[in-house]
């Protein structure tokens, strides 16, 4: 069973930079796609970034193409979100989760097998 523990949250004025990270507990997380997801209060977990299990692809949610960049470090078993020109809208907790043979289902929250237990992002305007 894979555990994923976040970290790197915080608060960050508008404009300023985070960089989070998920590692996995072994290095069977090294065969699973990762991805990053948000949700702020009252609102649905939304899709924020994916990188596969080799880091030969990545997707964006529109709302942060250019501004945060997913990476992995699979000899440290760990996924980076850089989180650039944040803005307001972007502060909730943030969670990593993992799955295999995600395809075209990434975007579904309901689809991850595995989840970390979130790092909260504020941004003070």
């Known amino acids: 069973q894979v555990q994923l523990v976040e970290s790197g949250g915080g608060l960050v004025q508008a404009g300023g930079s985070l960089r989070l990270s998920c590692t996995g507990s072994?290095?069977?997380?090294?065969?699973?796609?990762i991805a990053w997801f948000r949700q702020a209060p009252g609102k649905e977990r939304e899709f924020v970034t994916i990188?596969?299990?080799?880091?030969?692809?990545?997707y964006y949610a529109d709302s942060v193409k250019g501004r945060f960049t997913i990476s992995r470090d699979n000899a440290k078993n760990t996924v980076f979100l850089q989180m650039n020109s944040l803005k307001p809208d972007d502060a909730a907790v943030y969670y990593c989760?993992?799955?295999?043979?995600?395809?075209?289902?990434?975007?579904?929250?309901?689809?991850?097998?595995?989840w970390g237990q979130g790092t909260q992002v504020t941004v003070s305007s």
């Open positions: 989760a993992a799955e295999r043979g995600i395809y075209y289902y990434y975007r579904d929250y309901t689809k991850y097998t595995y």
């Open positions: 072994e290095r069977t997380v090294n065969t699973y796609a």
């Open positions: 990188i596969s299990f080799n880091g030969g692809s990545t």
